[in-house]
Nanobody, 115 residues
Framework: QVQLVESGGGLVEAGGSLRLSCVAS????????MGWYRRPPGKQRELVAL???????NSADSVKGRFTISRDNAKNTVYLQMNNLKPEDTAVYYC?????????WGQGTQVTVSS
């Protein structure tokens, strides 16, 4: 059974930084894409950033230049370094992986940015 364990969320002031981590375990197949989505209060879930197994990345325009996604394939871990955080980044952040042509999601970690 695939499990995704997220860590690193919390409360931070505007302009601050946080680093999210997500460790994946239990997959019988190799992990292709890994990434992060978020659900702001009262809104739908949206893409933050994705990274392929080879390291190609794709991110939302709203986070470009501030957030950096990376992964460690040996550890089945994906990271999201978030700098210069803004109040509009407040959301529940969900880890995502694609493995064996299936999508898997973490339970989410809260990120709150105060103004």
């Amino acid at each position: 059974q695939v499990q995704l364990v997220e860590s690193g969320g919390g409360l931070v002031e505007a302009g601050g930084s946080l680093r999210l981590s997500c460790v994946a375990s239990g997959s019988r197949f190799g992990i292709s894409s890994m990434g992060w989505y978020r659900r702001p209060p009262g809104k739908q879930r949206e893409l933050v950033a994705l990274i392929s197994r080879g390291g190609s990345t794709n991110s939302a325009d709203s986070v470009k230049g501030r957030f950096t996604i990376s992964r460690d394939n040996a550890k089945n871990t994906v990271y999201l370094q978030m700098n210069n955080l803004k109040p509009e980044d407040t959301a529940v952040y969900y880890c995502y992986i694609e493995a064996g042509l299936r999508d898997f999601w973490g339970q989410g970690t809260q990120v709150t940015v105060s103004s």
